[in-house]
C-alpha cells in the first residue's frame, strides 16, 4: 500500500462539504495513468469542543447549577441528559444551542450528568466531538455551630445553641448521650436550654440525596455557680449515683436518669411491689438499699422479702447489674447475702474491686468482689466496733471510709472508720458533728463531702450543713459561698448527694422548701 501525505489543503473558516482532490499515478513501462478522486471533509482545522465545566463546584440541594462549553464557531451544540437530546435554549424552542454558551438547571434533587456535544454542519462525514460534565450535589453541611452561656443569678443558667446550615432539609439538635431531643430548623436557628454541668451538644443535617447525616458538636460550659435550685427532678430518691455518662435515682417503685442533671427520663430498675403488703399468700416486695457504679455498669443492692401483713417471713439481699440501665442482670447470690441483717452498704474502688459491708446480729462483716459480683471473698469480720447497720461508704484519698450508721437499738453512731484494703481498719477522731449523715458521701473539690441533718432518730431539729473531710480526716463544715445562693436551713427527710461532671448534686424530699434538686460547682 502506498501512503499519501497532503498538506497545503485550502480551507475557509466555514465548515462545508467535500473539497475534491484528483490523485494521478503513473505505472509501468506503457505509461498507463489512473486516477483517483477523494474528497476531503471541509472542516475547520482547529475544530475544538473546551472549557465544558459545571457551576458551582457542590450544589446545595433544590439548588441550581449550570454547564457550560466552548466550541468552534459555527458548530451545532446539543446535550444530552434525562435519557433525551437537546439542542434549543432552554424556554426558546426555536432558537440553536449557541456554540460557545450556558445551560442552567434548576430545582436539583440528584446529581445529574449532562454531555455536550459538537458536530461540524459539513456534508460527508460530519466530525462529532462529546465531553461529559456532572452536576453534583453538596451533602449537607454545617457552617457554623455556637454555644454561649448566659448567667442568672439564683437560677441555673441558659445556653444558646447557634447554628446555621447548608443543603439541608432536615435537621436534629441531641445532647451527649446523643439522644435526638429536637427538631430543628435546617437552615439557621437558635435554642435555648439550662445547663448545669458541661455537656456537648451534635446538630446533625441531612438532605434526600445522601443517606449518611452531617455532624457538628459543639461544648457548652456553665459558669461558676454557688448553690442553684433545679426545677424538677426525680420523685422521692432513696439513692442517687453518678455513672460515667449522667445521674441514676433510684426510689421505691421507680428509677430516673439525667445525662445533664435537670432533664430527667424514666428508666427501668429491679424494683417492684407487687400487692399490698398483707394477705395470703405472702407478697413479694423488693427496696432498694444500696447503689454504687463499677466502670460503665450500675450495681444495685436490693432486699427481697415476703411479708404477711406486717412481718416479714424471709428476707434476702439480692445485687444486679446494668450497663443500659434497660436491662438488669441478677448476679449470682453473694455468700453473705443470707447471713447479713437485711442492710448492706457498698462502694467501689478505683480499681474496679467492690467492697460490701454488712452487720450480723453480733459482727460486722466486709466481703470484696473482684470480677464483677460473680466471686466473693470475705475480708474481714468483728471490725469497726460492734455491730453497725446502715453506715455510710466511700472511697476516697486511697481507702474505704465509714461513716455513721446505727447501732442495735438504732441508736445514732458518729464513728468514722478508714481502711485500705478492707481488712486493717483504723478509727478516726471522733468528727464534731451531729446529725443524720447523708448516706453516700462525695469526693468534691478534693474533700469527702456529706450533709448532716435532723432525724426523727434524733428527736431535735439541727441545721441542715455541708460537712467535708480532708485526707488526713479532719472535718470542717463549709463554708458560706461568697456571692453565691446560700442552702437554707432546717429539717429535712431525706438527703442524696452525687458528683458529676465536678458538679454537687444534692436530692432533697419531704421538705417544702427544699424539695428537689440542687446544685454547685464551686
Avoid at 486493717?424 to 451531729?434: A, F, G, L, M, V
Wanted: a neutral charge; proline letters at 9%; glycine letters at 8%.
Amino acid at each position: 500500500s502506498v501512503v499519501f501525505v497532503i498538506s497545503s489543503i485550502p480551507v475557509n473558516d466555514q465548515p462545508g462539504g467535500p473539497v475534491p482532490f484528483v490523485l494521478t499515478e503513473t505505472t509501468g513501462p506503457h505509461g498507463r495513468t489512473g486516477k483517483l478522486t477523494v474528497g476531503v471533509n471541509k472542516a475547520p482545522p482547529d475544530f475544538f469542543l473546551e472549557n465544558v465545566y459545571a457551576t458551582p463546584n457542590l450544589i446545595d440541594y433544590n439548588g441550581s447549577g449550570t454547564v457550560h462549553w466552548k466550541a468552534t464557531p459555527g458548530a451545532v451544540i446539543s446535550l444530552d441528559f434525562d435519557g433525551q437530546v437537546h439542542n434549543h435554549v432552554k424556554g426558546r424552542p426555536s432558537d440553536p444551542l449557541p456554540a460557545t454558551g450556558a445551560y442552567s438547571f434548576d430545582n436539583l434533587t440528584a446529581d445529574k450528568t449532562v454531555t455536550v456535544i459538537a458536530q461540524n454542519p459539513g456534508a460527508g462525514r460530519p466530525r462529532t466531538l462529546r465531553k461529559q460534565v456532572q452536576l453534583q450535589l453538596s451533602v449537607a453541611q454545617i457552617t457554623s455551630l455556637t454555644a454561649t452561656t448566659t448567667t442568672n443569678p439564683g437560677t441555673v443558667p441558659n445556653v444558646d445553641i447557634t447554628w446555621s446550615a447548608a443543603s439541608a432539609t432536615s435537621a436534629t439538635l441531641s445532647n451527649s448521650r446523643a439522644a435526638v431531643f429536637r427538631f430543628v430548623d435546617p437552615h439557621s436557628g437558635t435554642f435555648q436550654t439550662p445547663i448545669a454541668v458541661q455537656t456537648d451538644y451534635t446538630l446533625s443535617a441531612q438532605n434526600p440525596a445522601y443517606q449518611t447525616p452531617s455532624h457538628a458538636t459543639v461544648t457548652a460550659t456553665p459558669p461558676a455557680m454557688g448553690w442553684t435550685k433545679v426545677n424538677g427532678g426525680p420523685v422521692e430518691p432513696v439513692f442517687v449515683q453518678a455513672l460515667p455518662n449522667g445521674l441514676l435515682s433510684i426510689s421505691v417503685q421507680s428509677a430516673a436518669f439525667s445525662e445533664n442533671g435537670i432533664d430527667w427520663i424514666d428508666v427501668t430498675f429491679p424494683v417492684t411491689q407487687i400487692g399490698a403488703q398483707g394477705g395470703n399468700p405472702p407478697q413479694q416486695v423488693e427496696r432498694p438499699i444500696g447503689l454504687t457504679a463499677r466502670n460503665n455498669a450500675a450495681i444495685a443492692v436490693t432486699m427481697n422479702m415476703a411479708v404477711t401483713g406486717a412481718a416479714p417471713l424471709a428476707q434476702q439481699l439480692m445485687l444486679t447489674a446494668s450497663t443500659d440501665l434497660e436491662t438488669w442482670t441478677q448476679a449470682p447470690t453473694a455468700p453473705w447475702a443470707a447471713s447479713i441483717f437485711p442492710y448492706a452498704s457498698i462502694v467501689t474502688a478505683p480499681t474496679g474491686d467492690v467492697f460490701g459491708f454488712g452487720a450480723t446480729s453480733t459482727q460486722n462483716e466486709v466481703w470484696c468482689s473482684k470480677d464483677g459480683l460473680q466471686t466473693w471473698t470475705k475480708l474481714a469480720s468483728k471490725v469497726c466496733g460492734p455491730p453497725c447497720f446502715r453506715p455510710s461508704l466511700a472511697w476516697f484519698a486511697g481507702k474505704i471510709w465509714l461513716i455513721g450508721g446505727q447501732d442495735a437499738q438504732s441508736n445514732q453512731l458518729y464513728h468514722v472508720w478508714s481502711s485500705p484494703d478492707g481488712i486493717t481498719w483504723t478509727q478516726q477522731s471522733n468528727p464534731n458533728w451531729e446529725g443524720l449523715p447523708s448516706p453516700n458521701p462525695q469526693v468534691f473539690q478534693g474533700k469527702l463531702c456529706l450533709f448532716m441533718a435532723s432525724s426523727p432518730v434524733l428527736n431535735k431539729t439541727l441545721p441542715l450543713a455541708l460537712w467535708q473531710m480532708d485526707a488526713t480526716g479532719a472535718w470542717t463544715q463549709d463554708a458560706p459561698i461568697p456571692n453565691g445562693h446560700a442552702l437554707p436551713t432546717g429539717p429535712i427527710g431525706g438527703i442524696q448527694i452525687a458528683v458529676y461532671q465536678d458538679t454537687l448534686f444534692a436530692a432533697f424530699n419531704k421538705n417544702t422548701s427544699l424539695d428537689g434538686i440542687w446544685m454547685r460547682n464551686r
